[in-house]
């Protein structure tokens, strides 16, 4: 298997981009999911072609963050669309009709990687037929939804150390299931028991309780509650109100509390002990939770 780095870096490398951000996750069925954030701002970029090792069985989700003015786009040699691709637009691209783009004028665009199989456990959960195609009309469309959860993961490729295994598969599982129902006709997931049964939600805490300062994944969490990803995210939020991601920030600002009224670590040690990426890192989130910085808050609590 190609390592992460390879395989993120094998759905960029055709692009002659002047940057490229990109983050990974886990995914159903041992799959990775990838998004990337590809910029050039000159024209001229010309043919971006994948060479015949790259071809595998994924479909790719475009999102334009501004227009591209004059591209075009070939499907197994055919061209399928000719002209511009406005901001905010949506398209989807089978890599197996080995795509090919004429790339005119400059572009700034999300790239989501769906492989097949992650598509086909998604509808194995739910006890529905397999999704075979993800499909939009040539040219793309205006989806909101699509549009508010690149701009909501903008942040986070632009400091990808930062971001944790819970929030990238939770936010790359929960748009992969919404690509499927949107641009492949999944059906929405049956009915389930909508929380964690008592049980299941002490050992979760448990596990979760013992691992803040750890990147731990959905898939080992599940694995515990002896459920898919998919149902225990669910049966998670409805048992304790937040995403597994959210619950373990939480806790984690919590025991930063402590340590910065009841020891003397420096900001950055409390940072790392506490799960966080560095200092400035813990900063950013403490604030979000407590509306001010960690350093603002021990001079207060100590006065």
């Known amino acids: 298997m190609q390592s992460d780095r390879a395989y993120c870096q094998n759905y960029v490398t055709h692009f002659k981009a002047d940057s490229v951000?990109?983050?990974?996750?886990?995914?159903?069925?041992?799959?990775?999911?990838?998004?990337?954030?590809?910029?050039?701002?000159?024209?001229?970029?010309?043919?971006?072609?994948?060479?015949?090792?790259?071809?595998?069985?994924?479909?790719?989700?475009?999102?334009?963050?501004?227009?591209?003015?004059?591209?075009?786009?070939?499907?197994?040699?055919?061209?399928?669309?000719?002209?511009?691709?406005?901001?905010?637009?949506?398209?989807?691209?089978?890599?197996?009709?080995?795509?090919?783009?004429?790339?005119r004028s400059p572009f700034d665009s999300l790239i989501f990687i769906v492989p097949k199989v992650a598509l086909d456990?998604?509808?194995?959960?739910?006890?529905?037929?397999?999704?075979?195609?993800?499909?939009?009309?040539?040219?793309?469309?205006?989806?909101?939804?699509?549009w508010h959860l690149g701009n909501a993961l903008l942040p986070a490729l632009e400091r990808p150390h930062e971001v944790s295994s819970l929030y990238a598969e939770h936010v790359m599982l929960s748009a992969s299931?919404?690509?499927?129902?949107?641009?492949?006709?999944?059906?929405?997931?049956?009915?389930?028991?909508?929380?964690?049964?008592?049980?299941?939600?002490r050992r979760i805490n448990d596990a979760m309780g013992c691992q803040l300062e750890a990147?731990?994944?959905?898939?080992?969490?599940?694995?515990?509650?002896?459920?898919?990803?998919?149902?225990?995210?669910?049966?998670f939020k409805g048992s304790t109100g937040d995403p597994p991601?959210?619950?373990?920030?939480?806790?984690?600002?919590?025991?930063?509390k402590a340590l910065l009224n009841h020891t003397e670590g420096t900001l950055a040690e409390i940072a790392i002990s506490c799960g966080f990426a560095d200092q400035s890192h813990f900063t950013r989130v403490?604030?979000?939770?407590?509306?001010?910085?960690?350093g603002v808050w021990r001079r207060a609590v100590r006065m």
Not at 129 to 145: I, M, S
Not at 177 to 201: K, N, S, V
Not at 286 to 294: I, L, M, Q, W, Y
């Open 21 to 103: 951000a990109q983050l990974l996750a886990a995914g159903p069925n041992n799959s990775r999911l990838v998004v990337s954030h590809v910029r050039r701002d000159t024209p001229g970029h010309g043919m971006a072609r994948m060479s015949d090792h790259q071809i595998n069985a994924v479909f790719a989700v475009l999102l334009q963050l501004r227009e591209q003015t004059d591209r075009e786009l070939f499907l197994d040699g055919r061209c399928i669309h000719r002209g511009a691709y406005a901001a905010r637009t949506t398209s989807v691209v089978n890599h197996l009709e080995r795509p090919v783009a004429n790339l």
């Open 121 to 146: 456990s998604l509808a194995e959960e739910r006890g529905v037929a397999p999704v075979n195609q993800l499909y939009c009309q040539p040219g793309g469309v205006l989806d909101e939804t699509v």
């Open 177 to 201: 299931a919404y690509f499927a129902q949107a641009f492949g006709g999944l059906c929405p997931a049956r009915d389930r028991p909508g929380t964690l049964a008592p049980w299941q939600l």
């Open 215 to 235: 990147d731990v994944s959905l898939r080992d969490l599940a694995a515990v509650c002896g459920l898919s990803v998919s149902h225990f995210v669910r049966a």
């Open 245 to 256: 991601h959210r619950w373990m920030l939480r806790h984690r600002i919590e025991r930063s």
């Open 286 to 294: 403490f604030k979000s939770f407590v509306g001010a910085t960690p």
